[in-house]
């Protein structure tokens, strides 16, 4: 840990907390349809979309059919990349010639993208045509992200709104989210990325002939444009296999920031989103706050493991017999070094975002256990664009339930009393992904044919793979313990599915949630309201995080990373 490290993590906070305001001023502006810099250029074409496509977009619409709009969306979009993907061979853009798709990993990449998951159990620059990386993969960067802003901006509407039954327009939410928000910053941002050095093109793979006569093919293609929705929609689905460690994928020191600082921008700025459109500006702030204090602490307890030297090297050192290093490199892209790298994966598990600039299954146990936790908590730190704040709304409606406990008086929040049917609704959010994730996981473990055949590792190691696959999946991140090799006939159906469930499954309570809080009047504060904008609450919403979403994994986590450590220390490996 060196001072350096800190002044970069400092930096990148401050610069963070910059754009918070502004760019939650304007996501705000946006979803509730008011005139922004960009509107005279993209209304008329906003209104050519909804009068093509048949959308009234005066016509709102209640949470069953929001949910049945998002779902249908969804469910239709995984069915063309699906055909895209079995297909490609006989469609254009394919100068490498390369073959259709294999059906199980055209399922599982399919389902992956529709979830904002953008798991990878292939080698995207051997596998994907450029037609299937820009029209299949890269457009669902663009929809995945914007269905989950969309919900977000529902449950805001249904905490905001009064004896209301309906929380907006589905259609409506998505193409201003896609036409004012992704889309143009996208552009800019591939630009940029651009003149750093990232390829945009549709070239064939060039052929270079090294200094001992050998041949190297050297791929290229549409990378920018598809890495910009990638960081900025908290996709993280690599155009190549290395992801943004790759030089052309994260060529510069500055793309390595910009890339950083893309992902938790829209979370960061929907915080002020809540509490500029629910009237409580302080009340986003200290959802802001307790999403910051599980962030510093993750990235610290990151950079403190991976900091330290290898055990075993370590141990050897104090024998004579080895040079200990500064910390453990194993995995790490060498123009960043440990404190970017550790920034860099303690980022992308906070969000939905799965990119990666280092090889997490190459991390300390330690170290792997705070990323893995990180999906673990729901991705709530921030979180993925849209998902993250409706993620940390169901445990602020937990939280306030259990305030009220104890005080002895009905809880509310925001006006809005939280009654039985709200709070089953935070608790199956709640209970659904930890079924999924636990469940899967012991059937892969139990079943050595199926879920053991491809596990490079043993012993705890070998564990934490498989969980960590299951809960990347189930949490919607993507990145992976590589030892684990997924391409497996049982992985690519069975995390297809978890994928889809870890979605859909839990966004039907949101929605549902949305939809009462709607309909219910608004109450004066009275002497038992808990106040949710002052720092005591921001303790209390960490405090709750931890308890529902760490405590929920513990056994797992203490037969897998933690019990690796201990072995570790003693010498023991596997």
């Known amino acids: 840990m060196t001072a350096n490290g800190w002044l970069q993590f400092a930096l990148y906070c401050l610069i963070l907390l910059a754009t918070v305001r502004p760019v939650g001023i304007y996501l705000a502006r946006v979803l509730e349809g008011e005139r922004t810099w960009l509107t005279p250029l993209l209304r008329p074409i906003e209104r050519l979309i909804y009068k093509l496509s048949g959308v009234n977009a005066d016509q709102e619409m209640d949470w069953r059919q929001y949910a049945f709009a998002l779902l249908g969306f969804s469910g239709v979009s995984l069915l063309v990349t699906y055909g895209i993907e079995r297909l490609q061979n006989l469609l254009p853009f394919n100068p490498q ?150 030089p052309f994928e994260n060529p510069t020191p500055f793309s390595n920031l910009l890339q950083m600082l893309s992902i938790f921008v829209i979370p960061a700025g929907l915080t002020f989103t809540l509490g500029r ?45 080895l040079t200990a290093p500064g910390g453990n490199m194993e995995g790490k892209e060498v123009r960043f070094g440990v404190s970017q790298s550790a920034l860099f994966a303690t980022i992308t598990t906070d969000a939905s975002c799965g990119a990666v600039n280092t090889m997490h299954d190459s991390l300390t146990p330690l170290g792997g256990m705070v990323v893995l936790t990180n999906i673990m908590l729901g991705e709530v730190v921030f979180g993925g664009v849209g998902a993250g704040l409706y993620g940390i709304l169901i445990f602020v409606v937990l939280s306030v339930f259990i305030a009220g406990l104890m005080v002895g008086r009905t809880p509310e929040y925001l006006g809005k009393k939280i009654e039985a049917y709200d709070v089953k609704m935070s608790m199956l959010y709640v209970l659904i992904f930890p079924l999924i994730i636990l469940t899967l ?37 993507g990145s992976a313990f590589a030892g684990l090799n997924a391409n497996t006939w049982w992985y690519n159906v069975v995390l297809g599915w978890a994928m889809l469930g870890g979605r859909f499954l839990m966004l039907i309570p949101v929605l549902a949630l949305a939809g009462n809080l709607a309909q219910k009047k608004s109450v004066p504060p009275s002497p038992g309201t808990f106040p949710v904008n002052g720092s005591i609450f921001t303790i209390l919403l960490v405090g709750v995080i931890l308890i529902l979403g760490a405590l929920t994994f513990f056994p797992a986590l203490s037969l897998g990373p933690i019990l690796e450590h201990l072995l570790l220390k003693a010498g023991q490996v596997f």
Not at 133 to 150: K, P, R, V
Not at 185 to 204: F, K
Not at 310 to 315: K, V
Not at 461 to 472: D, K, N, P, Q, V
């Open 97 to 246: 010639g390369l073959a259709a798709v294999g059906p199980d990993l055209a399922w599982s990449t399919a389902a992956s993208f529709t979830t904002n998951t953008n798991w990878q159990s292939y080698v995207p620059e051997t596998t994907m045509s450029y037609l299937t990386q820009m029209a299949a993969l890269a457009t669902h960067n663009f929809f995945s992200a914007a269905c989950g802003i969309a919900v977000a901006i529902a449950l805001i509407r249904g905490i905001k709104r009064t004896t209301s039954g309906t929380i907006g327009n589905f259609w409506v939410d998505m193409t201003r989210t896609m036409l004012y928000v992704l889309v143009p910053a996208s552009l800019v941002y591939a630009l940029l990325l651009v003149a750093q050095g990232v390829p945009q093109n549709l070239s064939a793979y060039t052929q270079a002939h090294t200094l001992e006569q050998q041949t190297q093919t050297i791929a290229q293609g549409p990378v920018a444009s598809q890495e910009a929705i990638k960081m900025l929609g908290t996709n993280g689905g690599g155009f190549f296999n290395a992801n943004s460690s790759h």
């Open 277 to 321: 459109l629910t009237g409580s500006p302080g009340h986003g702030w200290a959802v802001l706050a307790a999403m910051f204090v599980l962030f510093a602490a993750g990235f610290t307890t990151v950079y403190w493991a991976e900091a330290q030297p290898h055990p075993l090297i370590h141990g050897a050192a104090q024998a004579g017999t």
């Open 441 to 477: 996981t012991a059937i892969s473990i139990l079943s050595p044919t199926i879920g053991l055949s491809s596990l490079a590792n043993q012993g705890p190691h070998g564990l934490t793979e498989i969980l960590y696959a299951f809960t990347s999946a189930v949490g919607n991140n």
